[in-house]
């Protein structure tokens, strides 16, 4: 594994802003930000967009994103958000009155309301999971999982704390009991390894717009082979299996694309915002995220043991996802907090009792330079190339 140098030049952040908020969105890295540009001045001149064009991005994406997460190329559906995903992996996985779905205590609200429907259409019962004693989020969801339980939905680290969840226990012994295993992975894809061969879940799904440094409404589902022939929850033409002749698609046919593609959602072919997710993906997979976990745990190492010194305590490392801290405030803290440091342009987020600090790729901020003037200006397309363009058109 590399510790990987700042990468502060690859974004749009000045020198005086201290940006440790990509648990509530990441940083579009600036070539995102122009294949985001290029993509959308497409449909200056839709006579240039091909019939070819609606295919060409996502076949790019597809095998960047199950690259990511060690998954083959077929499993990959795309869709805007993890609720989205969710609602999938709900719709696929019929239960029983008897049956259990486990959720974790403080999950997020889209991977608890999908749950609550759920239960309450099936008959099935949701059982909420705590950390007791001295035992870990981990060990009390294990501990949970048993004859009754018909679907664990859960995240690799909670968004609350950081609070790791062994997923290759948690997966080995959803399989002794039959349970199936949805994944929420919006807090730890692109930051912390995750291997989907090896977890085997039945859904995963991750939102793009935090950690994997992609633009808001972009994300993706991956879905294990057994699901491949499920209910999409849209009814689209693009993901049908004569898609790509637009003259005959009133040939309608029942028949699907391969794969998880049936469950892409409507005009999945965004021609703005899956370039710019494709370019930071690529930057990803660049970096490497072995690489990025390892970078990050090193520095929020440092970071853990100057809180703990300010009586600020975070989960231990061997309970927390090594790219995630979250430091639980005292009683007086202030309640506009986050309020107070963001006049500091020092930007974090409060989610309950707890201050999440979490750095992206860049080292927190050089103190003593002055604002760099933003380089959002450089990015835009330059009124030349534009002109150039139209009279090319
Ligand atoms: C764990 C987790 N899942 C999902 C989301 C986003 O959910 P959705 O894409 O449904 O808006 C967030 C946003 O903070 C999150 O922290």
Known sequence: MTLIPNQRHLFD?????????????????????EAGQRGLARKLHPWTIQDTDFFADTA????????????????IALVPSA?????????????????????????????????????????????????GGNGSLSDALLEAIGPATGIVACPHVRWTDGARIDLASVSRKCREHGAALVLDLTQSAGALSFDADDIQPDFMVAAGYKWLLGPYATGFLYVAPKHRQGRPLEQNWITRDNAG?????IDYTDGYAPGAERFDMGERSNFALLPALEDAVKLILHWGVGN??????HRNR??????????LSSLPESERGPHYLSALLPASAPADL????????????????RLRICRGFQPSRQPIA????SRSARCTIPARRGRAARQSG
């Open 338 to 353: 986050t309020a107070r440091l963001k006049s500091e342009n020092i930007h974090v987020s409060r989610r309950g009792d």
């Open 302 to 311: 440092q970071l853990a043991t100057d809180l703990a010194a300010m009586g």
């Open 60 to 75: 790019r994406l597809r095998p960047l994103l199950a690259r990511l997460i060690g998954a083959d190329d077929e499993g």
């Open 292 to 297: 990025i976990e390892e970078t990050l745990g």
């Open 83 to 131: 609720s989205y995903g969710l609602a999938t992996a709900a719709l696929n996985l019929p239960l029983s009155r008897g049956q259990e779905i486990l959720i974790l205590e403080d999950q997020f609200p889209s991977n608890v309301y999908t749950w609550r429907e759920h239960a309450a259409f099936t008959g099935a019962s949701l059982r909420t999971v705590k950390a």
């Open 245 to 249: 002749n637009f003259a005959r698609l």
């Open 13 to 33: 952040i000045p020198a005086n802003v201290a940006y440790l908020n990509t648990a509530t969105m990441g940083p579009l890295p600036l070539a995102a930000l």
């Open 370 to 373: 002055p604002a760099s003037p």
